[in-house]
């Protein structure tokens, strides 16, 4: 599957005249979920300072039969009015336990980190859903973080908080995602019960050449870890970034400079092998 750019098709030049078949794409994406026609990808968050991955990220992809690869930019939004988020989550959390125990042959101590809407935090119950699916892969809620986009966004903020709580108390971490892009809110940041935040992209894409740039990141760097957060960058796309972004105290990086997102066997062969470079070479990220 292409990580980006994706073939949006038909779909997404017509999209206002084609409110049905964006029904229908939403009752595809049903039977595709039903199915087992979804798949997760993964992507490596690797500390800056001991080269190791510590973790990946779960990232669904869909290859729909007639319209091809429809991006998650484009379904993830409509399964999110249309109420088939519930399903979506369900399944991506099932699918990435069962995969973290094959990637845990690898490295016990590896994370999994996993993409919550903010809607999902009122209208799914979260506690009940790691619930049974820890039980069911035996994993120890510690290896898994939820990672939550446009908190603003939460339908309700007591609500969401309440279910954020919960899942921490449960000993599952938080992460704050997209951090500095549309709708994340300071007012938030202190109230989220968080371990984490990622900066998003569009931060950090111009690191290299912008200096105010530079600023609002090391600002960021710092008011996270102020906070208590561990900080990662995402969408790191070159080493320099890299260095730069180690420079100014980030604690991890993830992009496609370490590595893109990867099917469950292409990253079980990348992971074997960055394993094995990082415990011949220490320090060395890539
Ligand atoms: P996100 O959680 O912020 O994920 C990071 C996105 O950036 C992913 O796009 C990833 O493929 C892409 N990316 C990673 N490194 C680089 C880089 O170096 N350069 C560039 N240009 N891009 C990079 P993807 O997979 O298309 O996902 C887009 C968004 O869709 C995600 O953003 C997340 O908000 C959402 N999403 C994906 N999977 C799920 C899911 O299972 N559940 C939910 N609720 N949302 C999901
Ligand atoms: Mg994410
Ligand atoms: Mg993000
Ligand atoms: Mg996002």
Redesign the pocket.
């Known amino acids: 599957a292409p ?2 750019p ?1 073939e949006t098709g038909i779909y997404s030049r017509k999209k206002d005249i084609y409110n049905e078949s964006r029904l229908t794409l939403m009752s595809d994406l049903r039977d595709a979920l039903q199915h087992d026609q979804t798949e ?2 993964y ?1 490596p968050k690797c500390c800056l300072t001991t080269g190791r991955v510590v973790g990946v ?5 869909w290859h729909h039969p007639e319209r091809g690869w429809v ?3 484009e379904f ?1 939004p409509l ?2 009015k249309t109420g088939v ?1 519930r399903h ?2 369900r399944w ?1 959390v099932n699918r990435a336990l069962r995969d973290l125990n094959i990637l845990q042959l690898l490295d016990p101590d590896l994370t999994i980190s ?4 903010a809607r ?1 935090l009122t209208s799914v119950e979260l506690r009940g859903l790691f619930e049974t699916k820890l039980k069911r892969h035996e994993i120890d809620a510690r290896h898994i973080t939820v ?1 939550l ?1 446009e908190t603003a966004a939460m339908d309700d903020p007591n609500t969401g908080l309440k279910a954020l709580e919960t899942l921490a108390s449960m000993g599952l971490s938080v992460s704050i ?2 951090f500095g892009a549309g709708y994340s809110s300071l007012s938030y940041l202190k109230q989220i019960p968080a371990t984490e935040i ?1 900066l ?2 569009s931060l950090i894409h111009d690191i290299d050449t912008n200096e105010q740039s530079r600023v609002i990141v090391e600002t960021a760097i710092n008011m996270g870890h102020g906070l208590g957060y561990k900080v990662v960058a ?4 070159s080493e320099q970034s890299a260095n730069l972004l180690r420079d100014l105290g980030a604690d991890m990086i ?4 370490l590595c ?2 990867k099917s469950l066997e292409e990253l079980e062969t990348w992971l074997a092998a960055h394993i094995k470079k990082t415990s011949d070479r220490h320090s060395a990220v890539r």
């Open positions: 990580d980006a994706f997760l990808y992507q990220e779960a990232l669904i992809r991006s998650p930019m993830i399964a999110e988020i979506l989550t991506v996993v993409n919550i809407s999902d990672e986009t995602d997209d990622k998003d992209r995402e969408g790191i796309e993830q992009g496609y400079w893109r997102p």
